[in-house]
Structures are given as C-alpha cells and as structure tokens.
C-alpha cells in the first residue's frame, strides 16, 4: 500500500506533483491546518504530514497520530512541532534549513533602505495628496559602516550584498574565525565596539539565553548616535520599550522590524513612531523561498517513506536504517562530547578534530561526526541538526578533520574530541558500555569514569584538600542537592576536576559563591539532553 501524506498548509502544486509523482498518495488540504478539530479527527490516516507555520503539531495532534512516520516542515522554524513529543513517538521531524536564506538576507537589506530614505512615509505621505520633500531627508549607504550581528549563513549573504552597496562592514559573531573574517571581507569586533561604530546594525543570529535582548537597554545606551537598527532574525533579540524610547529621544534614527516579541505582533512600542518600518514577518516571504522549501520538503519525505532515507532531520541522525540500530548509542555519545566542549568554550573555535578508536572507527563516521559537531554549535544555535552543522562550521572558518586508529586501549572503542582556539585547546573522551549507555572516560587528558547526567556542575582546581567539603557546603547552603559525583586529577597535587550530577540547574549566584572561594580555576555549569 503506497504512503500517505497529508498536506494541511498552502504548499504549491509543484510539490503535491512530487509525492505524487513518486507514487505517494496526498491529501491536500491547505486550510486544514487552521482546524484544529477535524485535523485532529483525521491524522490517524496518515504516514507523513508536510506543513508550514500554521499547522500546529502539538503533543495532543502527536498522540492522535497513530500511524504518522514524519512531519516535514517547509522551512526552517520548527517551533509549531512538539519535538520531544514527535521523538518519543518515533515520529522525525524534518525541516528545510537553507531555503530562506538569501530571501531573508535580501529583505534586511530592504528594509535597511527603506530606513534610510523613509521609504515608507514619504510614500503614505505622496499618496494623501502632500507634497513633503524637505521634510523626508534620508542618508545614503554608501560609505556608511554595517554592523552584522551573526556572520552564519544568511549573516555572510547580507555582508556580501552590503559590500557591493560600497558599505564598510564590521561584525560580531562569537563563532567567527579571524580566517572566516578575512574570507568575506569583514572586520571582526566585540560587541561593545561594534556598537560603538555602525550607522546602521542588523541582526542575523537565533533568539537564545545568550541573545536573547543582546540590544538592552544598557546596550542601546552605547549606540553610535544616529544609528538605524535592523531585525530581521528572530524577535527578543532587542528590548522593544527601549529601543522605542531611545527613538523617542533622537539617539536612534530610526528602526526596521520584521519580527517581534509577541506574534503576530498587534501591538508594540514601536508601532507608530517617526521612522519606524515595520513588516508582518515577511522574512521569507517570496515566490521562489516559499517554492523552493516546498520541493525541497516533499522530496524529503518521499525519500524517507519510500526507502528509509533521512535527510535534514531535527531528531535523527541522517544514517540509514541498517546502521541506526547500531550506532544510536555512539550518534548520543558523539553529541554528548560535542555538548561538552560546546558547553566549556567561550572563544571562537578554529579546529575540530575527532578521533574515533576501536569499533567507533567502523562505523558511519560522517554522521558521527555531525553528531559532534552539532553538539559543539548547539549551545549558541539550537536550530543546528546533524545536516547543517558541518556547513555552518565551514562557513564560520572551522577546520573539521577526522582521525581512525584500532583499538588502542581497554575499551572495546571510544571517540575523542579535541577542539582549538587561538587561546587554549580542551579535550573529551567517551565510549558505550555493553548496557548502551554513553560515558565520559578522559576529561582534558585525565580518564575519569562518569555518566552524563541531565545537570551537571563541572569545576577544575589544584589537588588540595577541602575542595569536596567546600563544594558540598556551599552546594547545601544554597539548598542545591548533589545526586552523584565523580573526581579525577592528573597527578598528586597536579591539576584535578570534579563532575557534580545534581537535580536541576545550578543558579548563577552558586556559581558566584563557589568563584568567591578562590579555590577554582573554572566552573561551568552543563546542560545535556538525556532521554
């Protein structure tokens, strides 16, 4: 019995022709995904469900789904799909990661015009029968600097088109490699700097804990005066209210907006003020972005419906099915390691290199390796999969290489990632015991014996006495409960580290609390997502 696919957002014809031309029965129904009912009726009839931003496939739709194999999104936002609950099920999730790109680069630029010349009021203004010209005076772009805030994918298409637009162009992007930098022509800065100098700033990074109001009100304080800002990344990337304010006040010379705390976006702090573009998230609304992600989406799905192929998955590694029963547990580890040295790196990473010893040598080394490298980009950028980590990392100047070895050791096989900046370079080692279960088993050359828990507190001091009290201690006082903890040190009085598994995040003033010891190198607290 052929597949079948449900098609409950507006994809275009072209792509209902793929499934059907690859022998997919479809259902299209463009306007389903807005009824939440009768989709919830019907989705136990289907093995693929292909939607855009309107279907909404909660842990609810997800339970119903009893025969669903893949959700397919045409795009890149996955956050109308409940992951984990799609995960559990079994059910992978796709999306279509690089459709977007140069539709959302060019309209940053757009907008970044329309700033300039107050485009947009100047025309309401022509349309009411006025006739303003002294009164709408704008700036050119020529030889005025460019502040990018993230130089990934669409970042780096923004900094090319600028530069033809004979802008000087200055970025801040903490993946940013000096090679990467020299290779597209931009100067890199600290943010601080980079504030300090744009006339104009846009911002092409993903909203998380570390971007998240990356435009404060403290920031916007250091702005140049005249600046225009620019986003058309993600919404919560700029604090509204002060960046409205700071309009307000003539510090800021105007703003363009495609994206918003709140969406839709109904009301906002900026809506209504002197030179202020605003747009109902258009980013990646055009003829050829939309087409392009809808073909780019059906032909995911029929490839892994019709022969087990995964390309583009949020949740799965891309291996084939033969191969996923046996690397699962080593795809895990790999994004452990990957999550660690991620994790414990503030500086932009230059090299990568993974050595996969014994069995792990064996085995599907290019998904393992994404894997890794996924893991290691994550903590900045959640919306890196297993497919375009590697890209990512080239495009940032990171130099990925491979090593294989037989089996050198006790362990039956192991992996080990050693990554480089231009400061220091960190190393993590890790295997699979027989029970399927990944372990760290070497920690910046000293081999320790440690399960990976979900929170973790990791700290590196000299091997003296009374750091498991102080530890305990100040952990207790704080009402921080220990679950586990594993030690390891390089030699007697040599350099030493600890693992503490506890039940939830460490709060930031723990941290501060232990630092305010002096018996710590360095403390980090850890994140890892155990099933």
Known sequence: MAPKVLISDALSEAAVQIFRDRGIDVTFEPKLGKDKEKLLEMIHEFDGLAIRSATKATEKLIEAATNLKVIGRAGIGVDNVDIPAASKKGIIVMNTPFGNSITTAE????????????????NASTHAGKWEKSRFMGV?????TLGVIGAGNIGSIVIDRAK???????????????????????????????LGRADFITFHV??????????????IAKLKPGVRIVNCARGGLVDEAAL?????????????????????????????????VVTPHLGAATTEAQENVALQVAEQMSDYLLSGAVTNAINMPSITADESKIMGP???????????????TDEPILSINILFDGEASDMNLKALT????????QRRNPDVNMVSAPVIAKENGMKVSTTKQDQSGVFEGYIKVTVKTAKMERSVAGT???????????????????EIGRHMLYTTNLDVPGIIGVLGQTLGNHGVNIANFTLGRSAAKGEAIALLYVDDKVPEDVVQALGATEKFQQIKTLAFDVA
């Open 330 to 344: 080593w795809i895990q580890l790999s994004k452990h390691l990957g999550n660690f040295v991620g994790q414990m």
């Open 140 to 144: 050119e772009l020529t030889g005025k």
């Open 244 to 276: 409205a304010e700071a309009i307000k006040s003539g510090h800021v010379a105007g703003a363009a907006f495609d994206v918003f705390a709140e969406e839709p976006a109904t009301d906002s702090p900026l809506f209504n003020l002197p030179n202020v």
């Open 107 to 122: 309209h940053a630029i757009s907008l970044m015009m329309a700033v300039a010349r107050q485009i947009p009021e100047a």
């Open 432 to 450: 699979v015991f027989s029970d399927g279960k990944p372990r760290f088993i070497q920690i910046k050359g000293i081999n320790v014996d440690a």
């Open 370 to 377: 994404a894997s890794t490298v996924a893991g290691i980009m």
């Open 164 to 194: 033809g637009l004979k802008m000087k162009v200055v970025a801040y992007d903490p993946f940013l490699s000096e090679d990467r930098a020299l290779e597209i022509g931009v100067e890199k800065l600290e943010l601080d700097d980079l």
């Open 206 to 219: 993903p909203l998380t804990d570390q971007t998240r109001n990356i435009l404060s009100a403290d920031a």
